[in-house]
């Protein structure tokens, strides 16, 4: 599953990923590419993987008001995480083909 970090999320989502040894793989883009994104990862899809992103997508989320994650799913159905648990964001995570996660503040900002 590919993981698009946008704005000012990569510091703290990389952070999550890490501290809770959840394992994943920056992609770099071709030097004549561009990308939208500051930074690209892909994560391995599997059951235990989708528990474990499902409680630091929840958990990133309710840090600051700044912070968005969009999910689009297998059928191009697009969710905005807002106010879901960590369970049905575990089922929607087992459908999704990408991730955007974006923070519109900075890191060091405390909103």
């Given at each position: 599953?590919?993981?698009?970090l946008?704005?000012?999320?990569e510091?703290s989502f ?7 040894d ?5 992609l ?5 590419s ?23 997508i929840?958990?990133w989320?309710k840090?600051r008001s700044?912070?968005?994650v969009?999910?689009t ?5 697009i ?8 369970s049905e964001v ?12 974006i ?9």
């Amino acid at each position: 599953m590919r993981v698009a970090l946008f704005k000012n999320s990569e510091v703290s989502f990389l952070q999550l990923l890490d501290d809770t040894d959840v394992s994943y793989e920056k992609l770099y883009p071709a030097s004549s590419s561009v990308m939208a994104s500051g930074t690209m990862i892909v994560l391995g899809q599997t059951a235990a993987i989708a528990g474990s992103m499902a409680a630091i997508i929840v958990a990133w989320l309710k840090a600051r008001s700044s912070r968005k994650v969009i999910i689009t799913l297998k059928d191009k159905q697009i969710v905005h995480l807002e106010g879901y648990s960590a369970s049905e964001v575990k089922e929607l995570l087992q459908l999704a083909e990408q991730i955007a996660v974006i923070d519109r503040l900075p890191h060091s900002s405390t909103k």
